[in-house]
């Protein structure tokens, strides 16, 4: 078996061109000038070739040396950044994440899963900030966000989870007593319930499986900028209103609310975990993200 090549020699051999000097090297590297030394001259007697003119003033390095010094300084600099990468990945993370999530979705499905994220992550804190008003992530010093979203083009690194549907629902005795619409157009004569930060508010975009694409303007005597607030009013049989399907699942899958239209749908979104540009994360982000992304792809609601 060839011997391998003497890594640490040649680490000294860098550092030692790169201060211009045995003891300047020795100091750096936290060696004595006399190990240093030797180093070198085992180098040099492996290769049978001399890569430094040595004199009482100044160091020269020969040809060979001159070639070497290039290579033996790109090897280190692997090194240092191979080895920093690792100890990165190992080190256990530690420090604050702070997390910014729409309020519906925060208190009913994120919340919940913070006792284990912190079990799990017991030197990682959690700074979460509730809102469905959208936050500027760099801007505002957020690491991550939670969002449910049509992500469009952006600089933000996204993690897209899994798709969520926008379902448009009502209660038994809504329709019982109004009836379920057929087509967009005949909303116009129902009661809508409508949720402020949809991505067009006044304007409800419909498609059936042909391509038609139908848009309404919904009309009627609520308009909320939460999701949760509409749905006591939804569940008491007032109107109409496009929910997330991880808001209304439960009561559709119990019979309190009724999907209506279904040979029309609105765009899906998807349930994304955003972060801000660039493509560094301290250990304790990507550690929540790996977490976050794990747990929440297997929520019930996102099997239905």
């Given at each position: 078996m060839p011997r391998l090549p003497d890594l640490e020699a040649w680490g000294v051999f860098a550092t030692v061109v790169e201060t211009g000097s045995f003891s300047r090297a020795a100091g750096e590297l936290g060696l004595s000038k006399a190990t240093v030394s030797k180093a070198v001259s085992r180098l040099e007697e492996r290769l049978g070739t001399r890569l430094l003119h040595r004199s009482s003033h100044r160091l020269l390095l020969t040809e060979l040396g001159r070639t070497a010094a290039v290579s033996a300084a790109r090897m280190?600099?692997?090194?240092?950044?191979?080895?920093?990468?690792?100890?990165?990945?190992?080190?256990?993370?530690?420090?604050?994440?702070?997390?910014?999530?729409?309020?519906?979705?925060?208190?009913?499905?994120?919340?919940?899963?913070?006792?284990?994220?912190?079990?799990?992550?017991?030197?990682?804190?959690?700074?979460?900030?509730?809102?469905?008003?959208?936050?500027?992530?760099?801007?505002?010093?957020?690491?991550?966000?939670?969002?449910?979203?049509?992500?469009?083009?952006?600089?933000?690194?996204?993690?897209?989870?899994?798709?969520?549907?926008?379902?448009?629902?009502?209660?038994?005795?809504?329709?019982?007593?109004?009836?379920?619409?057929?087509?967009?157009?005949?909303?116009q004569a129902h009661r809508c319930l409508s949720y402020a930060y949809l991505p067009t508010p006044d304007r409800w975009r419909f498609e059936d499986a042909a391509g038609e694409v139908v848009t309404i303007t919904p009309v009627g005597p609520l308009r909320i900028n939460n999701g949760d607030a509409i749905a006591p009013s939804?569940?008491?049989?007032?109107?109409?209103?496009?929910?997330?399907?991880?808001?209304?699942?439960?009561?559709?899958?119990?019979?309190?609310?009724?999907?209506?239209?279904p040979g029309w749908s609105m765009p899906d979104a998807s349930?994304?975990?955003?972060?801000?540009?660039?493509?560094?994360?301290?250990?304790?982000v990507t550690a929540v993200v790996e977490f976050l992304s794990t747990h929440l792809a297997a929520a019930p609601w996102a099997a239905v």
């Open positions: 280190l600099a692997e090194a240092e950044t191979m080895e920093a990468e690792v100890l990165s990945q190992s080190a256990e993370p530690r420090g604050s994440v702070r997390i910014a999530a729409p309020m519906s979705f925060g208190v009913s499905h994120l919340a919940p899963l913070l006792p284990a994220l912190l079990a799990s992550l017991p030197k990682v804190t959690i700074d979460l900030h509730l809102s469905d008003a959208r936050v500027d992530l760099v801007g505002e010093g957020f690491d991550l966000a939670v969002r449910v979203a049509i992500m469009g083009d952006s600089s933000l690194r996204v993690r897209r989870i899994c798709p969520v549907r926008r379902i448009l629902v009502g209660a038994p005795d809504y329709f019982a007593a109004f009836g379920h619409p057929s087509h967009p157009r005949d909303l939804v569940l008491a049989g007032v109107g109409l209103a496009v929910q997330p399907e991880f808001i209304v699942w439960r009561d559709l899958e119990e019979g309190r609310l009724q999907r209506t239209m349930l994304n975990l955003v972060m801000p540009p660039g493509k560094l994360r301290p250990r304790r």
